[in-house]
């Protein structure tokens, strides 16, 4: 960012703005992607799905979206572009959104699931690549943070409440019609407002594809510690992820005896706790430093899973457990995105955060759902709940492995041994 953004009303700059767009951006992405989990005590008994096939639907979209995320935010890399590649996939997912409202078998729903996972997965790598070009370091945490935390205020708090509500007194084709007109307003907005990074470049500094990532860079981001660690912690996390948010709405139905409505008003609670802390823990990071947050929010993330199975309050009650202990979410832009992001320079990130996401998502969020569906149908839908809490207590042990590479931290730790700060 130069000196001329920096000037500007606080609000009113580019760096403000890309961070909106990419927050309402990943948001929607992210509230077509669970609207299966969401739709599911709907559609599952009309089109005669167990669970396992619920954990598989999870799985399929999950490892084609790790795939994607990792090769078209490579490409972005690649070409310099993050706009060229992000248009088009959030044209793709919305589009997908609407025909999963067709579907009429197992199969069919699987074949669009598959295509949704591959328009969808870059949208992460290549927004926070986007959010990272123009941040402040001293806001970098935090921008990153409020981006991903949308996953909590428009995937897991607004849509439950909307789909549910719509699958209810409409039917459950009829929220995934919903699901994807977003999707489509944002693909508009994109167009005529978001920058690529390169703009601020000169003409000597594209000439000589500065901005772009070459073949023989590749091995700089296996050869950095960092990225190997949040691979792990990512595979863990996703355990954690994906074991507790795909059968959490049908625990609370089937084992709870809540409503489709109840249900989704304590999922939106659980929604709202990990906006809140989806945020507040990355910016806590930006003075505390990436390695405590990360141990302390991957400890709270697994009292989530385990209050949910051997607590069985009221509708409140539970809304109140799933705000607080959702703030296992505060993990996920750190590890993901923040340290790989700040472990390189800029023209690596798509590439770094789409590996971490690949490897993350390959494994927790590929083969955990689908295991999790097979446990809950053998042992009750309490076995993927302690999946996801064991997830989430081997992550916290991981971070104590990593390195720290919060600026404000890093700068003092630089100012006492006298050497200057390197700026990313």
């Not at 009829?174 to 690529?196: E, T």
Request: charged share 10%; net charge positive; proline share 5%.
């Amino acid at each position: 960012m130069n000196q001329q953004e920096e000037d500007k009303p606080s609000f009113f700059r580019y760096e403000n703005g890309v961070v909106l767009m990419m927050f309402f951006t990943f948001g929607f992405v992210f509230m077509e992607r669970l609207s299966v989990s969401y739709l599911f005590p709907f559609f599952g008994p009309e089109l005669k799905m167990s669970n396992a096939d619920l954990g598989l639907l999870t799985s399929i979209l999950a490892i084609c979206w790790s795939l994607s995320g990792f090769v078209f935010g490579s490409l972005s890399d690649l070409i310099g572009s993050r706009k060229k590649v992000l248009l088009p996939i959030t044209l793709a997912f919305s589009i997908f959104s609407f025909i999963t409202g067709i579907a009429r078998s197992v199969g069919s729903m699987l074949l669009i699931r598959g295509l949704m996972g591959v328009s969808e997965g870059p949208v992460l790598p290549i927004a926070q690549a986007s959010v990272v070009a123009d941040s402040q370091p001293k806001r970098r945490g935090f921008n990153m943070g409020f981006v991903q935390s949308s996953l909590g205020l428009i995937g897991s708090a607004v849509g439950p409440l909307l789909l549910t509500y719509v699958a209810t007194k409409y039917s459950w084709h009829a929220g995934f019609y919903l699901a994807g007109v977003p999707g489509l307003v944002m693909f508009f907005v994109l167009l005529f407002w978001m920058q690529d990074p390169n703009r601020r470049m000169s003409k000597e500094q594209l000439a000589a594809h500065e901005h772009r990532l070459r073949r023989e860079d590749y091995p700089v981001v296996f050869r950095t510690r960092n990225v190997w660690v949040t691979m792990l912690i990512a595979v863990f996390m996703m355990t954690w992820l994906f074991a507790f948010t795909t059968f959490a709405p049908t625990f609370l139905v089937e084992y709870d005896k809540f409503s489709g409505t109840q249900m989704g008003v304590i999922t939106a609670f659980m929604g709202l706790g990990t906006f809140f802390w989806g945020f507040v823990g990355p910016a806590i990071s930006d003075k505390w430093g990436r390695k405590p947050t990360l141990i302390l929010f991957s400890c709270i993330a697994v009292l989530s899973p385990v209050c949910f199975a051997i607590v069985h309050g009221s509708v409140v009650t539970m809304c109140i457990i799933g705000f607080l202990t959702c703030a296992g979410q505060a993990c996920f832009p750190l590890f993901m995105v923040v340290v790989p992001s700040e472990s390189l320079s800029p023209k690596y990130v798509g590439t770094a955060v789409g590996l971490v996401q690949l490897v993350g998502e390959f494994i927790g969020g590929t083969a955990v759902p689908t295991i999790g569906g097979m446990a809950a149908d053998h042992y009750g839908l309490t076995a993927p709940l302690w999946i996801a809490a064991g997830g989430s207590l081997l992550s916290a042990f991981i971070a104590f492995a990593i390195k720290e590479t919060a600026p404000a931290k890093v700068a003092k730790r630089l100012q006492v041994s006298g050497v200057n700060t390197p700026q990313f």
